[in-house]
Antibody, heavy 117, light 107 residues
Framework: QVQLVESGGGVVQPGGSLRLSCAASGFSFSSYGMHWVRQAPGKGLEWVAFIRYDGSNKYYADSVKGRFTISRDNSKNTLYLQMNSLRVEDTALYYC??????????WGQGTLVTVSS | EIVMTQSPATLSVSPGERATLSCRASQSVSSNLAWYQQKPGQAPRLLIYGASTRATGIPARFSGSGSGTEFTLTISSLQSEDFAVYYCQQYNNWPLVFGPGTKVDIK
């Protein structure tokens, strides 16, 4: 069965950096695009970034463009999100999700990022 | 960027009743529309994609319809496990965009 396990969340000061990881299993990771989606406390879902199966194309939400970088290591079945210049408004639960084209068909349980001084 | 709106924000329904949720896109997204369900403390779950195709394991009481800019998610007879927040999402254009959600609660 598909499993996605996020890690790397924590508390960071504004302007700081954090790298999230998502360990994937139960499917052929190198054959699928992957997404990051976030959810601020008590709020709705916000799509953050997508990377194609081979890393050839990446797309970002305007709110994170230039600050966040999505990447993947297909040899390790792992997805990453490098987050720089963090802002208070980046505080959220970050989910990774498997892409079936641009549909998010399986989700992890999320890792919490808190940006606070 | 395409803007997604959902109505109503909250829908109060009795168990066994029918629920109809609406989603509107600011420009045509063809049939590139998905619906997700999220229960408290849980990750979202894919219900519908392609506007009307149920995802694997989704009960037949969930159905989707629409194309272009107007979409509907119908739950034919609400079960206790269906009380949740429902989000639509367009995937016709980048960036992907979710609607603000409709909360279905018990009347």
């Amino acid at each position: 069965q598909v499993q996605l396990v996020e890690s790397g969340g924590g508390v960071v000061q504004p302007g700081g950096s954090l790298r999230l990881s998502c360990a994937a299993s139960g499917f052929s990771f190198s054959s699928y695009g992957m997404h990051w989606v976030r959810q601020a406390p008590g709020k709705g879902l916000e799509w953050v970034a997508f990377i194609r199966y081979d890393g050839s194309n990446k797309y970002y939400a305007d709110s994170v463009k230039g600050r966040f970088t999505i990447s993947r290591d297909n040899s390790k079945n792992t997805l990453y999100l490098q987050m720089n210049s963090l802002r208070v408004e980046d505080t959220a639960l970050y989910y990774c999700a498997k892409g079936s084209w641009e549909v998010l068909d399986y989700w992890g349980q999320g890792t919490l990022v808190t940006v606070s001084s | 960027e395409i803007v997604m709106t959902q109505s109503p924000a909250t829908l109060s329904v009795s168990p066994g009743e029918r629920a109809t949720l609406s989603c509107r896109a600011s420009q045509s997204v063809s049939s590139n529309l998905a619906w997700y369900q999220q229960k408290p403390g849980q990750a979202p779950r894919l219900l519908i994609y392609g506007a009307s195709t149920r995802a694997t394991g989704i009960p037949a009481r969930f159905s989707g319809s629409g194309s272009g800019t107007e979409f509907t998610l119908t739950i034919s007879s609400l079960q206790s496990e269906d009380f949740a927040v429902y989000y639509c999402q367009q995937y016709n254009n980048w960036p992907l965009v979710f609607g603000p959600g409709t909360k279905v609660d018990i009347k």
